[in-house]
Every structure is written in structure tokens, then in C-alpha cells.
């Protein structure tokens, strides 16, 4: 995170700002077979649940499917559908709408840069009263993954706000 904030005036003060986060890719899923299989839920004679993951044998994991995307950021997930915009649709329950498309992309790496000014139209024993605006861009990035084009997503977003405050002495 960055800041840059300048007053050039009692009045007027400036503001820059940039934030970032980035997500690591761990990946683990491959052709054969996930590197973890599918785990066991059981409980004991006590009550006590708990669970095992699937074991290896001759290199692949029983229970494992092939191709299953396991870790963060899968090259196997499917991104087939990250360039378009589908409409959403009614999934049939009380839980509203599915979101179009199936965009598997995870986030590799979010950032934004908001920049703008507070203005002090008037500022005495009364009070103050202030003017700002604000602009914000913004990026997410996905990981790229399977289906062609073989892309990460990426969604971009301007933003843009104004604000008129009253502050009581």
C-alpha cells in the first residue's frame, strides 16, 4: 500500500493512493490423477468423527478422478467462458439466480488506485462544511486454466464518487 497526500492550500488537500494483493498459485492437479483423493468421512465407536484422504498406489491415488483441479489457481479449472457476459438465469429454489457462464478462474492478484480531493468550502466555530471527488480504478486478474482460450480472467472497474459533508463543531 502506498499514500501520497498534499495540502497546497489550508483549504484543498490531495490524496493518491494504491493498493495491491496478490495470491500464489499452488497448483497440484495433473493428468493422471489429483495428488489427494477422495476423502473418507467416519465415526467411531465413541462418537468422534474424523477422516482419511484416499491413498497412493502405483503412483495414482485411489478414489482420485482424473483431471481434478486440486489447489489454488488450477490450470484445470475451466475458463472457457471468462470472455463472455451470459445472462443469469433462475436456479429453481429460494436462492435466487445462477450467474451466466462458469468462469473458474481464481484471483491472482487484485489492485486499485483512488485518487481525488477534499475541498473546505467553509470551516469556523460552526462547523464545516466540505466538498470532495473521488476516482477509483480498479483490476482483478484470475489464473489462467484450461479450455481455449487458456486465459485468466480479468475484470477492470472505474469508479467514481462525489460526497458534500456538513461537520458539526
Given at each position: 500500500?502506498?499514500?501520497a ?14 493498493g ?6 499452488e ?18 465407536a ?38 463472455t ?10 436462492t435466487?439466480?445462477?450467474?451466466g ?10 489492485q ?30 484470475g ?12 475484470g ?14
Amino acid at each position: 500500500m502506498l499514500t501520497a497526500e498534499v495540502t497546497p492550500t489550508a483549504r484543498l488537500t490531495l490524496y493518491l493512493y494504491y493498493g495491491g494483493d496478490y495470491a500464489g498459485r499452488e497448483d497440484y492437479g495433473n493428468s493422471a490423477a489429483s495428488t489427494l483423493g477422495a476423502p473418507s468421512l467416519k465415526q467411531s465407536a465413541a462418537g468422534v468423527w474424523g477422516g482419511t484422504w484416499g491413498t497412493i498406489s502405483n503412483g495414482l491415488i485411489s478414489g482420485a478422478t482424473p483431471n481434478q483441479p486440486v489447489g489454488y489457481g488450477s490450470r484445470l479449472l475451466s475458463n472457457t467462458a471468462c470472455n463472455t457476459i451470459a445472462n443469469p438465469s433462475l436456479n429453481g429454489s429460494s436462492t435466487g439466480f445462477y450467474p451466466g457462464g462458469s468462469c473458474g478462474a481464481q484471483t491472482r492478484d487484485v489492485q486499485e488506485v483512488p485518487g481525488g480531493y477534499w475541498y473546505d468550502i467553509f470551516k469556523g466555530d460552526h462547523g464545516r462544511l466540505r466538498q470532495g471527488v473521488q476516482y477509483g480504478y480498479g483490476v482483478r486478474e484470475g489464473w489462467s486454466g484450461a479450455g481455449s482460450p487458456a486465459i485468466g480472467a480479468k475484470g477492470i472497474d472505474n469508479m467514481f464518487w462525489t460526497t458534500f459533508r456538513y461537520y458539526l463543531p
